[in-house]
């Protein structure tokens, strides 16, 4: 099984990312699927959920309102739309799912 995350960039305070995550060898549709972020000298911390039929999504308190999440099972990707960043959202971004994570996507927030 593997996760392969994209959509990493550099952008200014108040900017959007979108980042994708493909899912390859596992049955991604069964499975439930999370993000979770990395600060510099920060533990990793969960940032949003979406169960695998998409009924139920979940965030932490500083993604809600700013970040959604959302899956299509016909391509194997989960997604985080990310709006009106700030410098403190600067983090290197996982995909979660079926016990395995992501290589991670470098997000920075500057001006």
């Known amino acids: 099984a593997q996760l392969v995350e994209s959509g990493g960039a550099t952008v200014q305070p108040g900017g959007s990312l979108r980042l994708s995550c493909s899912a390859f060898?596992?049955?991604?549709s069964l499975w439930d699927m999370r993000w979770y972020r990395q600060a510099p000298g920060k533990e990793r911390e969960w940032v949003a959920y979406i169960s695998a039929t998409e009924s139920t999504t979940n965030y932490a308190n500083f993604a809600k309102g700013r970040f959604t999440i959302s899956r299509d099972n016909a391509k194997n990707m989960v997604f985080l739309q990310m709006n009106a960043l700030k410098p403190e959202d600067t983090a290197v971004y996982f995909c979660e799912g079926f016990n395995t994570w992501g290589q991670g996507t470098q997000v920075t927030v500057s001006s």
């Open positions: 060898g596992f049955t991604f």
